[in-house]
């Protein structure tokens, strides 16, 4: 049984973490937060220790350390985007490897510096990239691997997920701490679509907002022209008002259905990092590199047949 403390136990993301330590058969021994509505951990670990100040938090991490049996294996980092890269380096520092959400960090130049931490404590940070488990993923990757095709997969990414107007005066909201809509709820896909379809050669942004983003990815096996939403607004008319989120990824014009088996992925994500088959830094720097690309583009454009077909509403 492995020891975890949890770095932003008040999050939105939070419980699946809490509920993979729990069903791989370990203990949460720490949580923190500055937040203090953690009533989720009651029903997972009511045992655990809680901070909301992480001075106090970081005090006990080291009383723990001096027992073998109570001495930390993993810290798991749920805090908001732009503190992951001082909690990851704490938690290494710690003399625990570090379990992290996405976006990793935003920038390569990040991920350099945390392959130096690395380094220097000889402790391993492990990113969630959960759709790599995810059988339908999988079975496509395969799939394309096998397949011999003279030309490039077509293929199109729409992610609507609508959010009220609490998501503009969150974190969430602030580009400087989420490092905006493209990265927030955009990198999983944008990793996705690189475990899949290989090598990305083609970034091009065709329009940013706070609420939207739009662009083409062209990679070694596919042409991707994508659209990501928190705005209700860009629903299809067939769903406003029935739900409140889109998912739809087709490859040459044939929908690829992988919307089950979310809720689960974290746990699976935890079984492989225990087992030592984990996704580290390195595997996480082609994603980073594409939404650091992403924010510091200029709109462009389409070039013939580069544009979603949503961008039209926009332009």
Sequence with gaps: MKNFALIGAAGYIAPRHMKAIKETGNHLAIGYDINDSVGIIDS??????????????QEHVWK????????????????????????????LRMGCDVICE???????????????IETETGQRIYNILQLRHHPAILELKQKVEIEQRADKHEVELTYITSRGKWYGKSWKGDPLKSFGVATNIGVHFFDM????????????????????????????????PWFLSIDANDLPESIKGK????????MNDNEIE?????????TVSYQEILAGRGYGIEE???????VSTIRSAQPQKPGAGEGHPFLTRLM
């Design 258 to 266: 992988f919307s089950g088996g979310f809720t689960d992925l974290h």
């Design 64 to 91: 723990l350390k001096r027992k073998i049996d109570t001495a930390l294996d993993y810290v798991a980092v749920c805090s908001p985007n732009y503190l992951h890269h001082a909690h990851i380096a704490a938690g």
């Design 44 to 57: 997972i670990s009511p045992q655990s220790e809680f901070f909301t100040e992480f001075e106090r938090f």
């Design 193 to 224: 679509l690189h475990f899949i379809f290989g090598q990305l050669q083609k970034n091009v942004l065709h329009y940013a907002s706070d609420t939207k983003a739009a662009g083409y990815l062209e990679y070694a096996k596919a042409r991707v």
């Design 284 to 290: 996480a720097r082609h994603c980073v590199e594409t």
């Design 243 to 250: 739900q409140s989120t889109y998912r739809s990824i087709t």
């Design 102 to 116: 996405k976006p990793l960090v935003p920038t390569p130049e990040l991920i350099d510096e945390l392959a130096l």
